[in-house]
């Protein structure tokens, strides 16, 4: 059984971490610092084309249920009354069909039309759990564009909210900075760092700080920030694994090995386990 470990806003499989880390079958470098260059260009995700692709591989009493529930839709219904139809299409797309990008839509959907704190915040979150695990360029791209409007649009009704700062600033981060974005990753650091200057001990805020000097290549940075974070909470698996990647890439690689072996031992893991083993043989 996998242990799951609780990420920024989000639990996220040990699995999806060792992804972000990045492959250790790699003969690069354990993690590469972003390019000075413009982010590749990448073809759009259109969600309504993605909607009909879907619709095309459902069986017909999967076709007949959603149809049921999509009747009502475009009818001058009440707020209310739309909401629930949008929240009953989300169902069906994450229970019958296990479509993560469509439920996600339509609960976004729904925080427009009721356009609380709460619900925004609850459809961003949906979002940023999404493109924390996401391979996909193009989806990466829209996931973020996503959970960056709704984390703002949550920010404005709450604007001394920190851990909406937080979860905007790792959409940046773990969004189109990962995707080869440094302007990205910059915008989400500077969102962070209005959350550590006003308190220095919120450790999601600097943990994100530290995986985000990470992705930019600003490797010390990482380092430091990481070992506030794992010396704050030592069992928090997600420091450790990113402490140890930090450690690696500046050549450490005595510090990094001893920081691989604690994340063995936290993840308690086979799969997470065997990847650390073969990153610690690159190492040596």
């Not at 692709?53 to 219904?77: G, M, Y």
């Not at 739309?82 to 069909?97: E, P």
């Not at 695990?133 to 973020?144: M, N, R």
């Not at 430091?224 to 794992?230: A, C, D, G």
């Amino acid at each position: 059984m996998k242990k799951q470990i609780i990420l920024v806003l989000a639990a996220v499989s040990i699995i999806a971490v060792l992804f972000f880390l990045g492959k250790t079958t790699s003969d690069k470098k354990i993690v590469a610092p972003q390019k000075e260059t413009s982010p590749s260009i990448v073809d759009g995700f259109d969600i309504q084309k993605f909607l009909q692709s879907e619709k095309i591989k459902l069986s017909p009493t999967q076709v007949e249920a959603l149809a049921k529930i999509e009747e009502n839709i475009s009818k001058n219904d009440t707020s209310i009354q739309q909401q629930q139809i949008l929240l009953n299409t989300a169902n069906f797309w994450k229970d019958s069909i296990q479509c993560k990008e469509l439920y996600a839509f339509y609960i976004s959907e729904i925080s427009k039309l009721d356009y609380s704190e709460k619900n925004l915040t609850f459809a961003a979150q949906i979002f940023l759990t999404l493109l924390r695990d996401e391979h996909d360029p193009a989806k990466l791209e829209w996931e973020t564009d996503q959970a960056v409007q709704l984390f703002s649009k949550a920010i404005e009704l709450n604007p001394s909210d920190e851990d909406l700062k937080i979860g905007l600033g790792s959409s940046y981060v773990f969004g189109k900075g990962r995707n080869g974005n440094p302007q990205e990753t910059m915008k989400g650091i500077q969102e962070l760092l209005s959350v550590v200057r006003r308190d220095s001990t919120n450790m999601k805020a600097q943990l994100v700080l530290g995986i985000g000097g990470l992705v930019s290549g600003q490797y010390d940075k990482a380092v430091t920030r990481l070992l506030k974070v794992v010396n704050t909470e030592p069992n928090n698996l997600e420091a450790v694994a990113f402490l140890a990647d930090a450690y690696a890439a500046t050549g450490e690689k005595e510090a990094a090995i001893k920081w691989y072996t604690l994340s063995k031992r936290l993840a308690n893991n086979p799969s997470y386990s065997k990847e650390v083993d073969n990153r610690i043989k690159m190492l040596k």
